[in-house]
C-alpha cells in the first residue's frame, strides 16, 4: 500500500523523503514523487517506477527546501504512471497532496469541483483532496483541512503542503496508518515507523480523525475544532537494525532466520508453573461460559494461521471455532452477538478488512481479542483484548515470522482457554510447552539444512504448476506454503486437502506435475501416503515433507525433506520454515525481487 512521509526541519528535505520513503518500500508500490516548499514555491518531481528513478533525478536536480512531503504510490485509481503518482497539486493556487487511502465518492467531488472550475490531469481519487482543500483555503491551511475532509468519504492518511502558508505540514487520519515522529528541531510524519527509526524513537501514533500541525518546533495533535488534544508520546524500543537486512540478501532470508528468536521472544513471560497467562487479559472462565460463539477472521497468512487456531482451540478448550476470512465474514450476515467472542490476527494491525470486522463486532457488543504484532497498530488499540507476537518489524512482503509466531500463539490460546475450561490435561499441558520452549532449536536445525532446499528449488523454478498436499493441520500448513510460493515465484500453486483430491483436483495430475506432501500428522500419515501414491500412478513427481526418523515407503517420493521430529500440533511451524526456504529459493533461481514481489503491498490498509 502507499507510503507516506512528511518533514519540516532545517536540513535538506529530500534527505529524510527519500531515506523515509526506502523504508517504506516493504508497503509494495509501483511509482513515489516528492513535494518541496521553497520560499512560498512549492517544486513536485515525480516518477513511475522504482524509488531510484525519483532519487537518480533528485541527485542531477537538487530540490532546495527544508519543508516537503514524499509518496510511494500502490495503484488504486488509474494505472502506474508519472501523472498519477503523487504528490498532487490543485489546480488553481498552490496546495499540494500525498494521500493513502480510497476516497470513495471521488466521482462526484470531481465532477462538482469541475464546476467550481478545477480541472485534473490524473485519474486518481486523490485529485480531488488538493482541490478541495483549495476550494475552502481563506489563509489557514489547517482550517482549509478540516473542511475538505468533511466532505471526503472513505479512508485517508494525509500530508498537505501549501506556499502560501510555509513551513508547516498539515496531516490527518482516517482508516490508513499515521505516525508523528518527534525530533530535535526537526518533525516527521510517515505511513509507520521503520521510516523514521533513525531521526527519533519518540513518537505520536495518530487516531482516526486526528489532525497535527507539523512545524520546526514539534507537532500539535488537534481535533477538528482546533481545540488541543493531549496526546502521549510513544517511545520505540527496537533499534533501527532491526528495520535493516543485517548482512542477508533479503529482508524475507533475514527474517526466516529470526524465527527461532522471534518464537522465544513470544514465548517469553505467557508460560510458567502455573501454566500460560496473558498480560494485561481479562477473559474469564466466565466470559468463556457465556460465549454463544468464537469467530477467528483475518486475511491471507493470518487466516491460514487461524485455521491452525481453530484445531488447537477444539482440541484443548473442547469449544467450537470458525474461521473466516475478513472480507467475506465482513458482508455476510455473521450471526454476531454481544455473546461472542472475535479473535482477529493481523500482523501489521491495520489490514482494512479485519480492522472492519473487529469495529462491525464491536459496534455488536462482541468481545474482541486481537493477536497482532505491532504495537501501537490500529487493531491493537481498538481490540478490548491484545496477544502480541514478539517477531519484530517484519519487512518484506512474504510473511513468516509473524506466521510462526502467530501459530505459536495460536497453541498457546488453546491451552489457555483449556486450563480455564478445565479441559486441558496436566499431561497435554506439559507436552505442548515442553514442545513449544524446543520449537527455536527444532528451527535451528531447518536452517542448517538449508541448502538442500535449495536444490528442490533448482527442479521447482522450471515448473509452471505446484500442488501442496496435506491433511488436518498440515492441510492449513499446505494453505500457507502454497500461498508462499506464489506470492514470491509467481509459480502457479494449489493447495488441497488430501481426501478432496479424488473429488476433482486429481484431474489435473499429469506426467511430471510436481506434487508436495506434507506428512507431518502421525496418525494421517498412511493416508498422505496412499494420496500420493494415487497422484504418482498419473505420472506426478512427488516431494514429501516428513520426520526425520519416520519409516516411510521412499519408493512413493522422488525427494523427501526431512525436518526434526516435534509434537504434531507444532510441527507446522517447523516445516512452515522448509515451506518458506523452499519459496525463498525458487524466487532466486528465478532472479525475482524477493522483498517486493509484482503487485503486493505488505500492509493491505485498503479494502
Ligand atoms: C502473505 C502475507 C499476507 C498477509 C495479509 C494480512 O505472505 O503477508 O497474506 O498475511 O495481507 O496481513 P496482516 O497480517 O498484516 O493483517
Same mark, same amino acid.
Given at each position: 500500500?502507499?507510503?507516506?512521509?512528511?518533514?519540516?526541519?532545517?536540513?535538506?528535505?529530500?534527505?529524510?523523503?527519500?531515506?523515509?520513503?526506502?523504508?517504506?518500500?516493504?508497503?509494495?508500490?509501483?511509482?513515489?514523487?516528492?513535494?518541496?516548499?521553497?520560499?512560498?514555491?512549492?517544486?513536485?518531481?515525480?516518477?513511475?517506477?522504482?524509488?531510484?528513478?525519483?532519487?537518480?533525478?533528485?541527485?542531477?536536480?537538487?530540490?532546495?527546501?527544508?519543508?516537503?512531503?514524499?509518496?510511494?504510490?500502490?495503484?488504486?485509481?488509474?494505472?502506474?504512471?508519472?501523472?498519477?503518482?503523487?504528490?498532487?497539486?490543485?489546480?488553481?493556487?498552490?496546495?499540494?497532496?500525498?494521500?493513502?487511502?480510497?476516497?470513495?465518492?471521488?466521482?462526484? +467531488?470531481?465532477?462538482?469541483?469541475?464546476?467550481?472550475?478545477?480541472?485534473?490531469?490524473?485519474?486518481?481519487?486523490?485529485?480531488?483532496?488538493?482541490?478541495?482543500?483549495?476550494?475552502?483555503?481563506?489563509?489557514?491551511?489547517?482550517?482549509?483541512?478540516?473542511?475538505?475532509?468533511?466532505?471526503?468519504?472513505?479512508?485517508?492518511?494525509?500530508?498537505?503542503?501549501?506556499?502560501?502558508?510555509?513551513?508547516?505540514?498539515?496531516?490527518?487520519?482516517?482508516?490508513?496508518?499515521?505516525?508523528?515522529?518527534?525530533?530535535?528541531?526537526?518533525?516527521?510524519?510517515?505511513?509507520?515507523?521503520?521510516?523514521?527509526?533513525?531521526?527519533?524513537?519518540?513518537?505520536?501514533?495518530?487516531?482516526?480523525?486526528?489532525?497535527?500541525?507539523?512545524?520546526?518546533?514539534?507537532?500539535?495533535?488537534?481535533?477538528?475544532?482546533?481545540?488541543?488534544?493531549?496526546?502521549?508520546?510513544?517511545?520505540?524500543?527496537?533499534?533501527?537494525?532491526?528495520?535493516?537486512?543485517?548482512?542477508?540478501?533479503?529482508?524475507?532470508?533475514?527474517?526466516?532466520?529470526?524465527?527461532?528468536?522471534?518464537?522465544?521472544?513470544?514465548?517469553?513471560?505467557?508460560?510458567?508453573?502455573?501454566?500460560?497467562?496473558?498480560?494485561?487479559?481479562?477473559?474469564?472462565?466466565?466470559?468463556?461460559?457465556?460465549?454463544?460463539?468464537?469467530?477467528?477472521?483475518?486475511?491471507?497468512?493470518?487466516?491460514?494461521?487461524? +485455521?491452525?487456531?481453530?484445531?488447537?482451540?477444539?482440541?484443548?478448550?473442547?469449544?467450537?471455532?470458525?474461521?473466516?476470512?475478513?472480507?467475506?465474514?465482513?458482508?455476510?450476515?455473521?450471526?454476531?452477538?454481544?455473546?461472542?467472542?472475535?479473535?482477529?490476527?493481523?500482523?501489521?494491525?491495520?489490514?482494512?478488512?479485519?480492522?472492519?470486522?473487529?469495529?462491525?463486532?464491536?459496534?455488536?457488543?462482541?468481545?474482541? +481479542?486481537?493477536?497482532?504484532?505491532?504495537?501501537?497498530?490500529?487493531?491493537?488499540?481498538?481490540?478490548?483484548?491484545?496477544?502480541?507476537?514478539?517477531?519484530?518489524?517484519?519487512?518484506?512482503?512474504?510473511?513468516?515470522?509473524?506466521?510462526?509466531?502467530?501459530?505459536?500463539?495460536?497453541?498457546?490460546?488453546?491451552?489457555?482457554?483449556?486450563?480455564?475450561?478445565?479441559?486441558?490435561?496436566?499431561?497435554?499441558?506439559?507436552?505442548?510447552?515442553?514442545?513449544?520452549?524446543?520449537?527455536?532449536?527444532?528451527?535451528?536445525?531447518?536452517?542448517?539444512?538449508?541448502?538442500?532446499?535449495?536444490?528442490?528449488?533448482?527442479? +521447482?523454478?522450471?515448473?509452471?504448476?505446484?500442488?501442496?498436499?496435506?491433511?488436518?493441520?498440515?492441510?492449513?500448513?499446505?494453505?500457507?506454503?502454497?500461498?508462499?510460493?506464489?506470492?514470491?515465484?509467481?509459480?502457479?500453486?494449489?493447495?488441497?486437502?488430501?481426501?478432496?483430491?479424488?473429488?476433482?483436483?486429481?484431474?489435473?495430475?499429469?506426467?511430471?506435475?510436481?506434487?508436495?506432501?506434507?506428512?507431518?500428522?502421525?496418525?494421517?500419515?498412511?493416508?498422505?501416503?496412499?494420496?500420493?501414491?494415487?497422484?504418482?500412478?498419473?505420472?506426478?513427481?512427488?516431494?514429501?515433507?516428513?520426520?526425520?526418523?519416520?519409516?516411510?515407503?521412499?519408493?512413493?517420493?522422488?525427494?523427501?525433506?526431512?525436518?526434526?521430529?516435534?509434537?504434531?500440533?507444532?510441527?507446522?511451524?517447523?516445516?512452515?520454515?522448509?515451506?518458506?526456504?523452499?519459496?525463498?529459493?525458487?524466487?532466486?533461481?528465478?532472479?525475482?525481487?524477493?522483498?517486493?514481489?509484482?503487485?503486493?503491498?505488505?500492509?493491505?490498509?485498503?479494502?
Amino acid at each position: 500500500m502507499c507510503g507516506i512521509v512528511g518533514y519540516v526541519g532545517k536540513k535538506r528535505a529530500t534527505n529524510f523523503l527519500i531515506d523515509g520513503l526506502s523504508k517504506l518500500e516493504y508497503r509494495g508500490y509501483d511509482s513515489a514523487g516528492v513535494a518541496v516548499e521553497n520560499d512560498g514555491k512549492v517544486t513536485v518531481v515525480k516518477h513511475k517506477g522504482r524509488l531510484s528513478n525519483l532519487s537518480d533525478d533528485l541527485d542531477k536536480n537538487v530540490l532546495e527546501g527544508t519543508v516537503g512531503i514524499g509518496h510511494t504510490r500502490w495503484a488504486t485509481h488509474g494505472e502506474p504512471s508519472d501523472i498519477n503518482s503523487h504528490p498532487h497539486k490543485s489546480s488553481k493556487g498552490n496546495i499540494t497532496v500525498v494521500h493513502n487511502g480510497i476516497i470513495e465518492n471521488y466521482l462526484e +467531488l470531481r465532477k462538482w469541483l469541475k464546476e467550481q472550475g478545477y480541472e485534473f490531469k490524473s485519474q486518481t481519487d486523490t485529485e480531488v483532496v488538493p482541490n478541495l482543500i483549495h476550494y475552502y483555503y481563506e489563509g489557514d491551511l489547517f482550517k482549509a483541512v478540516v473542511k475538505a475532509t468533511e466532505r471526503l468519504e472513505g479512508s485517508y492518511a494525509l500530508g498537505v503542503i501549501c506556499g502560501d502558508d510555509p513551513d508547516k505540514v498539515v496531516a490527518v487520519r482516517k482508516d490508513s496508518p499515521l505516525i508523528v515522529g518527534l525530533g530535535e528541531g526537526e518533525t516527521f510524519i510517515a505511513s509507520d515507523i521503520p521510516a523514521v527509526i533513525s531521526y527519533t524513537r519518540n513518537v505520536y501514533l495518530l487516531d482516526d480523525n486526528e489532525f497535527v500541525l507539523v512545524t520546526r518546533d514539534g507537532a500539535e495533535v488537534l481535533n477538528s475544532d482546533g481545540s488541543k488534544i493531549d496526546k502521549e508520546v510513544y517511545k520505540v524500543t527496537w533499534s533501527a537494525d532491526a528495520a535493516e537486512k543485517g548482512g542477508y540478501d533479503s529482508f524475507m532470508m533475514k527474517e526466516i532466520h529470526e524465527q527461532p528468536k522471534a518464537i522465544r521472544d513470544t514465548l517469553t513471560g505467557k508460560i510458567s508453573n502455573n501454566g500460560v497467562s496473558f498480560e494485561g487479559f481479562n477473559l474469564t472462565k466466565e466470559d468463556l461460559d457465556g460465549v454463544d460463539r468464537v469467530y477467528i477472521v483475518a486475511c491471507g497468512t493470518a487466516y491460514h494461521a487461524g +485455521l491452525m487456531g481453530k484445531v488447537a482451540i477444539e482440541k484443548f478448550a473442547k469449544i467450537p471455532v470458525e474461521v473466516d476470512i475478513a472480507s467475506e465474514f465482513r458482508y455476510r450476515e455473521p450471526l454476531v452477538t454481544n455473546k461472542t467472542l472475535l479473535i482477529t490476527v493481523s500482523q501489521s494491525g491495520e489490514t482494512a478488512d479485519t480492522l472492519a470486522v473487529l469495529r462491525d463486532c464491536k459496534k455488536i457488543g462482541a468481545k474482541t +481479542l486481537a493477536i497482532t504484532n505491532v504495537v501501537g497498530s490500529t487493531i491493537s488499540r481498538e481490540a478490548d483484548n491484545v496477544i502480541y507476537t514478539m517477531a519484530g518489524p517484519e519487512i518484506a512482503v512474504a510473511s513468516t515470522k509473524a506466521y510462526t509466531t502467530q501459530v505459536v500463539v495460536m497453541n498457546l490460546i488453546g491451552m489457555y482457554f483449556g486450563q480455564l475450561m478445565g479441559s486441558l490435561t496436566n499431561e497435554s499441558a506439559k507436552e505442548l510447552e515442553e514442545a513449544l520452549t524446543l520449537l527455536p532449536e527444532k528451527i535451528e536445525e531447518v536452517l542448517a539444512k538449508k541448502e538442500e532446499l535449495e536444490e528442490v528449488a533448482k527442479i +521447482l523454478a522450471k515448473e509452471q504448476d505446484v500442488f501442496f498436499l496435506g491433511r488436518g493441520v498440515d492441510y492449513a500448513l499446505a494453505l500457507e506454503g502454497s500461498l508462499k510460493l506464489k506470492e514470491i515465484t509467481y509459480i502457479h500453486s494449489e493447495a488441497y486437502a488430501g481426501g478432496e483430491l479424488k473429488h476433482g483436483p486429481i484431474a489435473l495430475i499429469e506426467e511430471g506435475t510436481k506434487v508436495i506432501a506434507l506428512l507431518t500428522q502421525t496418525k494421517l500419515r498412511e493416508k498422505m501416503v496412499s494420496n500420493i501414491v494415487e497422484v504418482k500412478a498419473r505420472g506426478a513427481e512427488t516431494i514429501g515433507v516428513a520426520y526425520e526418523g519416520d519409516e516411510i515407503d521412499e519408493s512413493v517420493f522422488n525427494k523427501i525433506v526431512r525436518i526434526p521430529k516435534v509434537l504434531n500440533m507444532v510441527a507446522p511451524v517447523v516445516a512452515a520454515v522448509s515451506l518458506q526456504l523452499l519459496a525463498y529459493y525458487t524466487a532466486k533461481e528465478k532472479n525475482f525481487d524477493i522483498d517486493k514481489p509484482r503487485n503486493l503491498a505488505k500492509s493491505v490498509t485498503v479494502e
